[in-house]
């Protein structure tokens, strides 16, 4: 049960992919390389939502404990913009593809991933990928964005993650993309963020160990990232977790 449970959070962390750049192998919907295609050669309505549809599966992301007071954004063709304003100082957001899908899916429509941020996290984690958005809306390619996150960290740019960053991904309704067929979303999790952390001295990714963490501190210089994810056994309307079945999108 646990190493099933571990699989598929290491398929949730990897769908993730905000920290490791990788080559994009499968072709774009325009069929050009995922490299080399921008937004400009895509239909943007493709990655709209109803905005109370939006709103609400942002929600979901968290228990409505924490979720009910959390700021929302959605996504609009000028990039995320707040929907509603918070009180408790979690946001709440649907990622799409090209912030949260594995390379193969960079382009993927119908990618959207609830996750609902605390403070630490929405000022550091997720304004990486705010201006993710909108260098992709700006027209530049996967390859020009990465690039350009990597520089603006290098040059402090982009602040590193503060103490106690961490979001909570546990939405039935979450879809990471088409690439991992056999785990079509999400197993409810949270995760937590640090910069160049060694997996390590959490004990992450060792026999028996419930935490899975993702690190680039060993690869090329790039975003200096460390993410650790725990699985939970309830979504966050309180059922409970019991496999792939339970799971909507």
């Given at each position: 049960?646990?190493?099933?449970?571990?699989?598929?959070?290491?398929?949730?962390?990897?769908?993730?992919?905000?920290?490791?750049?990788?080559?994009?192998?499968?072709?774009?919907?325009?069929?050009?390389s995922?490299?080399?295609t921008?937004?400009?050669?895509?239909q943007?309505?493709?990655?709209?939502?109803?905005?109370?549809?939006?709103i609400?599966?942002?929600?979901?992301?968290?228990?409505?404990?924490?979720?009910?007071?959390?700021e929302?954004?959605?996504?609009?063709?000028?990039?995320?913009?707040?929907?509603?304003?918070?009180?408790?100082?979690?946001?709440?957001?649907?990622?799409?593809?090209?912030?949260?899908a594995?390379?193969?899916?960079?382009?993927?429509?119908?990618?959207?991933?609830?996750?609902?941020?605390?403070?630490?996290?929405?000022?550091?984690?997720?304004?990486?990928?705010?201006?993710?958005?909108?260098?992709?809306?700006?027209?530049?390619?996967?390859?020009?964005?990465?690039?350009?996150?990597?520089?603006?960290?290098?040059?402090?740019?982009?602040?590193?993650m503060?103490p106690?960053a961490?979001?909570?991904?546990m939405?039935?309704?979450?879809?990471?993309g088409?690439?991992?067929?056999?785990?079509?979303?999400?197993?409810?999790?949270?995760?937590?963020?640090?910069?160049?952390?060694?997996?390590?001295?959490?004990?992450?990714?060792?026999?028996?160990?419930?935490?899975?963490a993702?690190?680039?501190?060993?690869?090329h210089?790039?975003?200096?990232?460390?993410?650790?994810?725990?699985?939970?056994?309830?979504?966050?309307?309180?059922?409970?977790?019991?496999?792939?079945?339970?799971?909507?999108?």
């Amino acid at each position: 049960m646990q190493k099933n449970q571990s699989l598929i959070i290491l398929v949730a962390l990897t769908t993730l992919n905000l920290a490791l750049a990788q080559d994009a192998k499968a072709p774009s919907p325009n069929g050009a390389s995922n490299e080399q295609t921008t937004i400009g050669q895509v239909q943007i309505e493709q990655y709209l939502m109803d905005r109370s549809a939006e709103i609400a599966m942002a929600r979901t992301a968290a228990p409505e404990s924490v979720s009910r007071d959390a700021e929302v954004m959605v996504f609009g063709r000028h990039g995320f913009e707040t929907a509603v304003k918070g009180k408790n100082g979690f946001v709440c957001i649907v990622e799409r593809s090209w912030t949260s899908a594995p390379d193969p899916d960079f382009w993927n429509a119908k990618v959207r991933t609830p996750i609902c941020y605390n403070a630490a996290a929405a000022h550091s984690f997720l304004a990486r990928n705010l201006k993710r958005t909108s260098l992709i809306l700006a027209g530049r390619t996967k390859a020009q964005v990465d690039e350009a996150i990597y520089a603006a960290v290098d040059k402090n740019e982009l602040p590193p993650m503060e103490p106690g960053a961490m979001c909570y991904m546990m939405s039935k309704l979450g879809y990471g993309g088409d690439t991992a067929p056999n785990v079509p979303g999400f197993s409810s999790h949270v995760m937590f963020f640090y910069s160049g952390l060694d997996p390590a001295t959490w004990g992450a990714n060792l026999p028996g160990s419930p935490i899975i963490a993702v690190s680039d501190i060993s690869e090329h210089p790039s975003e200096h990232l460390t993410e650790f994810a725990v699985g939970v056994g309830k979504w966050s309307d309180g059922t409970e977790v019991r496999g792939m079945e339970d799971h909507h999108h």
